[in-house]
């Protein structure tokens, strides 16, 4: 998994040396070769720093609100009950990323490769980055 982050996330600068934990949607904390931590998350498609060092990032875990978020325990409930559990490798994902307009709803979950999943978000933040919130977009399909 760290070579995809590596090759979906290079773009950004991030060097990560090590996957930290993951959660059911795919987020996933990595650790850089600096020692911060960072925070992929890929129905939003958006990489971002979330503490400085080890002890801030255990401090972040005593907060209810930021563990509530990773757990997405609504949505892992959601997504159990209508896809049944995961495969090994898979994670549950948004159809229709947050990003382009995709709604946290039933109709919108399915089931996907992680190491995809983290491809794909990376080249699609890649792609999106620097295009301003609302803006309009065409999104081209090339097999």
């Known amino acids: 998994m760290l070579e995809a982050i590596k090759d979906a996330w290079l773009w950004t600068g991030l060097e990560p040396v090590e996957v930290v ?3 059911k949607f795919g987020n ?3 650790r850089d070769v600096d020692d ?3 925070r992929i998350c890929p129905e939003e498609a958006e990489l971002t720093l979330i503490a400085q060092t080890r002890s801030q990032l255990n401090a972040l875990w005593q907060d209810e609100d930021f563990r509530l978020d990773w757990l997405m325990l609504g949505l892992v409930h ?3 009950q209508t896809l049944g559990a995961l495969p090994v490798g898979k994670k549950y994902c948004l159809k ?3 990003v382009l307009g995709g709604e946290y709803v039933v109709d919108n979950l ?3 490769s992680f190491e995809e ?3 794909f978000s990376g ?3 890649q792609q999106l980055d620097g295009i301003a919130d609302g803006s309009n977009i065409e999104l081209a399909l090339i097999p």
């Open 21 to 23: 934990v993951e959660n």
């Open 28 to 30: 996933v904390v990595v």
């Open 36 to 38: 911060k931590f960072w």
């Open 78 to 80: 959601q997504a159990e």
């Open 96 to 98: 229709t990323p947050g």
């Open 110 to 112: 399915g089931v996907i």
């Open 117 to 119: 999943l983290i491809r």
């Open 123 to 125: 080249h699609l933040a």
